[in-house]
């Protein structure tokens, strides 16, 4: 087992990360001598596969839980749903001094850790993320939040969680396209932050990549360099906006295709990575020959790399740049993007003309 302290501001929390770690739970419920019966917020696919044996391990532990089973998917990040944990929580009658732990991937621990961050003006979460997205990106950095209509993520808070336990053993149920869309979190942290890392990640197939060994490197890897970004730009007022590398695009994506699960998150981030790099080379940034070299990793593993592979309709550039005006890098109307310099260095820049940015979805729109 790996564990990482994570420090910003006088805040500390550890994130453990191992393989079948469910009893750290009950040693962290022990040592802060919790006594309160354990809400816990989860999916239905999560409580199908894992659910059962962490109730049992809290069971043996004389430890009682109440739990809330809501859909999966994106759309569940939505202000019904806000509500419907928050009255939950208020129905339990959570104390302060409790804790609410979340079970699932990035939807749940958003959702959750939103809830937590304005019940009774601020709850303790326990994260238990369960997909390669939520161990290496969303569950740490403390970003909560629900989608509105108009756009990914446009309503949350900042709440950093009490502790985080990244259990390898929860990811021996995602399907080859759940484990890819976490990937693109990997590895654009690499991109931006770390060339060693990308070439590492580079030299290593599907098969090789979800090895228990590699997956434990790929998570500390992970969670290092954004808590690194996180230490210095807590609220995301400079650097810490790096990590958002192909997401202005990738959140219009989302967004124009209504969150739908034909075009999951990783799959959407990593078309966008290709847009910056696209973007990057008009700002003559990045060379052509590392763009090839990133593009053909991402087509080693058989990701789409322009918006015409994946075949959804109604996706002009217009549509998609009304939508990129809502992001929330933008300032003062003009937009900004994380583009790259090189492998391993990403640089924010602002002030970026819709004109270029239209002609570079129109080119991966229609070719």
Known sequence: MKCINALYNGFTHKILIGNKIHNELILFLKKKKFKSKLCIVTDKNVANHHLLSLLKCLKDSKINAEVLVLNPGERTKSWYNLKKVVE??????????????????????????????????????????????????????????????????????????????????????????????????????????????????ENKDYNELRQDKNIIEIIFKSCEIKLNLVRKDEKEQGERALLNLGHTFGHALETANHYSKNLLHGEAVIIGCCLALNLSRKFNLIDTDQCERIRNHFKKLNFFTEIKQTNLKNFTAQKLLNIMYQDKKVVNKKLSFILLKRIGEGLIQKNVDADIVKKVLTNSIKG
């Not at 937590?116 to 997205?133: A, Y």
């Not at 446009?154 to 080859?176: A, N, R, W």
Request: some cysteine; hydrophobic content about 40%; overall charge positive.
């Open 88 to 201: 939950w929580l208020i129905s339990n009658q959570v104390e302060r001094n409790d804790f609410i732990v979340s079970l699932g991937g990035g939807v749940i621990g958003d959702l959750t850790g939103f809830a937590c961050s304005i019940t009774r003006r601020g709850m303790k979460i326990i994260h238990m993320p369960t997909t390669l997205l939520s161990q290496v990106d969303s569950s740490i950095g403390g970003k909560t939040g629900i989608n509105s209509t108009q756009g990914k993520n446009l309503v949350g808070t900042f709440h950093h969680p009490t502790l985080i336990l990244s259990d390898i053993s929860f990811l021996k149920t995602l399907k080859k396209r759940e484990f890819l869309s976490g990937y693109a979190e990997v590895v654009k942290k690499a991109l931006i932050k770390d060339y060693d890392f990308f070439e590492w990640l």
